[in-house]
Antibody
């Protein structure tokens, strides 16, 4: 079955960077964009950006252009998301999710399935 | 502040019907972009519940239904069950920020 498995809990100090991994299985990895979404405590879900595993092209949300880097390793069907210059506001659960549409993205797309989430805590 | 507005909480007794709203604007739901709904149990992966306003993925009971009108959408759950207690999020696309957007989520309590 289609499955996304994420890396484990991370703790970082302010100003540091964190990298979260998302390993896909059960489908043709390069055919579907992977999105990243986060949920901070007491907040709703926030879309961060997405990556085309075939080309490495990314589309980032306006709040993340300067701090997020997404990369892909097709040899192990894994997408990484790195967030730099962390602050306490970045404390959140980070999710990866597979795009519903094959080969491209469009406004009407939904995310299915999702990874189990990775808790990132930023604290002194 | 989420782009889509959802009530923080709703509640109902087992067997009852509940609805929850998702209010947007002319740059997202009102612009015709589809609304999708996700069910989220804390500590688990969010699960797609309704897509393209009204459609249920395979395996989702028909107790769950979605609707959309103008700048808002709604999720209805009939025959409420205790295991329906979860957080529910709506999602759409917003042309003003060129991003997919979510609501703040609604926590359903089954009393």
């Amino acid at each position: 079955q289609v499955q996304l498995v994420q890396s484990g809990t991370e703790v970082r100090k302010p100003g540091a960077s964190v990298k979260v991994s998302c390993k896909a299985s059960g489908y043709t990895f390069i055919d579907y964009y992977i999105h990243w979404v986060r949920r901070a405590p007491g907040q709703g879900l926030e879309w961060m950006g997405c990556i085309n595993p075939k080309t490495g092209d990314t589309k980032l949300g306006p709040r993340f252009h300067a701090r997020v880097t997404m990369t892909v390793d097709t040899s192990v069907n894994t997408v990484d998301m790195e967030l730099s210059r962390l602050t306490s506001d970045d404390t959140a659960i980070y999710y990866c999710a597979k795009n519903s549409r094959r080969l491209n993205i469009a406004a009407r797309d939904r995310f299915d399935p999702w990874g189990q989430g990775t808790l990132v805590t930023v604290s002194t | 502040q989420s782009v889509l507005t959802q009530p923080p909480s709703v509640s109902g007794a087992p067997g009852q019907r509940v609805t929850m709203s998702c209010t947007g604007s002319s740059s997202n739901v009102g612009a015709g972009y589809n609304v999708h709904w996700y069910q989220h149990f804390p500590g688990k992966a969010p699960k797609l519940l309704i897509y393209d306003d009204t459609n249920r993925p395979s395996g989702v009971p028909d107790r769950f239904s979605g609707s959309r009108s103008d700048t808002s959408a709604s999720l209805a759950i009939t025959g409420l069950q205790t295991e329906d207690g979860a957080d529910y999020y709506c999602q759409s696309y917003d042309s003003s920020v060129s991003s997919w957007v979510f609501g703040g989520g609604t926590r359903l309590s089954v009393l």
